[in-house]
Every structure is written in C-alpha cells, then in structure tokens.
C-alpha cells in the first residue's frame, strides 16, 4: 500500500506533478494559446449580448445565472468530451493535452513573472541621472497590465504595496485554489475538468463580477458562485501561510482582527494572511476611474514594503504550492492503496 502512495503510475499523481513541474519551466507565454481567452471571448459575448437586452434586474440576475452555468459547466463538458476524443487517437496525446491544461490553471511562475516585471523598473531607479522619473513611469505603467486600480499618480511605496496585494490575492485564486480543485478532481477522477471549471468561475469573476454598472446584477451570481467555491481553500491557505511564516498564532490572530472588515470574503483573508506573514500592513486608498475606495487595513506596519519582502512573499506562495502538492499526491495515493 504504501508503494501505492507514490507511484507516478497512477493518472492523478502523474499529472499534478508533471502538470506543476510544467508551469515551474514556461508559466503561461503571453504569446501561446490559453484556455481562458476561450472562456473570455464566451465570456465577453454573452454579456453584450444580455447587456444590450437592458433587462429588469430580476432578467439580469437570471441571465447572470445561466452565463455562470454555461461556462462553467461548458468548460467541464467541453474539456471532458475533447479528452475522450484525443483519446480515441493516441492516449500518449491525450495525456500531453491533459498536462498542458492543467498548468494553464496554475499560475505560479506567471505570477511571478508579473510582479518581478513590475518591480524591475524600480531596482535601477538613479542610475539614469538624466530622467530619474523614467523608472517609476515605467513600473506604473506594468502595473495598470495587471491591476484594475489607476496607477499614474502612484509612488514607489504604493506601487510596492499594489503588488503585494495583487500577489498576495492571487496567490489564493490563481496558485492555490486552482491546486484545491485539481486534487479534488484527481480523486473522482476528473482532474483537469474540475480544474478548468474552477478557473472559467474565476475568469467570470474576474470579467463581470463587479457592483458597478453594467454588472451590477448580469455578474452578481458568478461573483458570489466564485465566493463559494474559493472559501474553502482560501481558508486552508490560510493556515499554511500562517504555518510558514514560523509565527502562526500572531498571522492568524491579526486575520481575525482585520480580515473580516474587508467586503471580499476571501481577499481580505489572503492578503491578511501575507500581510502578518511578512510583518507590513496592507489596504488603505487605492482610485478606481478616478474614485477614491478606502480599502481597510490589514496587518501591522511593522517594516516598509520593499522588493525583499513581495520576494519573501512569493517564496511563501511557493512552499505553499508544494505543501499542497505533497498533500494531494498523498491523499490521492492513499486513495488509490485502499
């Protein structure tokens, strides 16, 4: 049995590790063909069209319903039916294929990437005498590539701050939780459809789940469907980054303090987690359009937020990563030894 734990023979285990192993090497090349440019342009589709209906807000909310069902479960049964076509071909493509999807729902290296790209400006801030502002103009103008927030009147130290909390988020939505559902579909033996379904509800959520109009009601479903589906590994995330940090009652006492005030049932609880992880304090003003949202805080200013500490920080995404990988294989392996 315990052989069995381990044994990369087993479809599941094989996959979650090759499939990390995968996304370590390449990430997602901005370049290549992704599965969630086919959710978005469904995505993107659907919502004009019910847009343009101008509906009551009961109409809305149910076609925010049934935009929520279609892509979710359309990515299930789409990723499932091409599967078992790939498979009348050859298995060895089909488990290529299979590989491939599944590092395109994590998104450990690409995250990385983001915020090392939106820093690196910054590192060489002074050596060019002649524009000292050209390396702060630069990082602004990376960091609005990934943040919804406006970034063009944003200092160094709000900069610093965009990117811990956009890293410390997705951590949760694009490292973690995509990992939950990989493990959860490898033990009903559906990996790669159950992990592809959970990265279309964040797709979703991330394209109209907003308050504010035209969304209000059309992306109130797939923002509280998204929710639900992130609060469990959320939470487990939680603990191991309080774990990690080496000061587990201090991480998880200021989430109870703080973590709450935030709107966000889980953002407020990832970026609080890292917040009292790394000892600084996340939250405060941040301007959308033009519209000033005070966001609460989140932690305790203990030291300034630097390069060093968002590096601190995703190397805590990347024990994480592996923590949780570990506990997968052995629990998808136990399974298979019973």
């Known amino acids: 049995m315990l052989a069995l734990w381990f044994d990369l023979s087993d479809e599941a285990v094989g996959l979650l590790i090759s499939a990390a192993f995968l996304d370590y090497l390449l990430g997602d090349p901005w370049d290549w063909p992704h ?16 847009i343009a209906l101008s509906g009551s807000p009961v109409q809305m909310r149910l076609l925010g319903i049934g935009l929520t069902m279609l892509v979710v479960g359309g990515t299930a049964l789409t990723s499932t039916m091409l599967l078992a076509l790939v498979e009348q071909l050859s298995p060895w493509i089909r488990w290529a294929l299979e ?3 599944l590092a395109s729902c994590f998104a450990g290296r690409s995250l990385r990437k983001a915020a090392e790209n939106v820093l690196q400006p910054l590192s060489t801030q002074g050596s ?23 970034t063009n009147a944003l200092s160094a130290a709000e900069i610093h701050r965009a990117v811990l909390e ?31 379904a959970y990265k279309a509800a964040s797709t979703l959520d991330s394209m109209v789940g907003y308050k504010e109009a035209p969304y209000t009601y059309l992306g109130w479903f797939s923002a509280r ?18 774990l990690l940090s080496g000061y587990p009652t201090r991480v998880l006492r200021l989430c109870w303090r703080d973590a709450r005030r935030d709107p966000s049932p889980n953002a407020g609880w990832s970026e609080c987690a890292y917040a009292a992880a790394l000892g600084v304090q996340l939250g405060g003003p941040n301007t ?35 923590l949780g990988l570990g506990t997968g294989i052995f629990c998808i392996g136990f399974q298979s030894g019973l």
């Open 225 to 242: 469907f998204e929710d639900g589906l992130t609060w469990l590994p959320c939470r487990l995330s939680v603990l191991v980054v309080a």
């Open 166 to 196: 956009t890293v410390s988020e997705n951590a949760i939505d694009g490292v973690l939780a995509p990992l939950f559902y990989a493990i959860v579909g490898g033990l009903i033996g559906a990996t790669v459809p159950v992990a592809l």
């Open 128 to 150: 060019n005498q002649n524009d000292s502002k050209a390396p702060l103009i630069e990082s602004r103008t990376r960091l609005a590539m990934i943040v919804g927030r406006d």
């Open 99 to 101: 590989v491939v999807l």
């Open 35 to 50: 599965p969630v440019q086919t959710m978005g342009w469904v995505i993107e589709g659907y919502s004009k069209r019910a």
């Open 288 to 322: 959308y359009r033009g519209k000033v949202k005070i966001k609460p805080l989140l932690g305790d200013a203990t030291q300034p937020i630097s390069h060093g500490i968002i590096t601190k920080g995703l190397q805590i995404t990347r024990w994480s990563f592996l």
